[in-house]
């Protein structure tokens, strides 16, 4: 991988489809979802009011926050609720088997 930004995430077979997870890249959080072949990366933290989101809590390509229910899209960072508001989303590639994500660490 030589695309400038890009991190070391997961094996690709470590994730399962329709599944979204939680894991940490150097000392940051985020959110792994897998729709088929494709892999989209989001922040843990709902738009709404900052609540941690929950990976179980996903339908299709939704992420439901249990604080007030805001639905949020995985793919895109939509808010359904809330037009002004979006969930964090990073970019992700899968090379060799590997997923990658590009995120810049907040200082
Ligand atoms: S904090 Fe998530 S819906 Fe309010």
Redesign the pocket.
């Known amino acids: 991988m030589n695309q400038p930004g890009f991190k070391k995430a997961v094996p690709f077979a470590d994730l399962v489809d329709n599944k979204s997870v939680e894991i940490e890249i150097e000392n940051m959080a985020l959110m792994l979802h897998r729709r088929g072949e494709k892999v989209y990366a989001t922040g843990v933290y ?6 941690r ?1 929950d990976p179980r809590n996903t339908s299709g390509d939704l992420i439901i ?6 639905r949020s899209n995985i793919k895109t960072g939509e808010c359904l ?1 809330e037009s002004d508001v979006r969930l964090s989303t990073f970019s992700v590639m899968i090379e060799d088997g590997m997923v990658w994500v590009k995120f810049e660490k907040p200082h």
């Open positions: 709902c738009p709404h009011a900052e609540v989101l926050c249990k604080a007030h229910g805001y609720e």
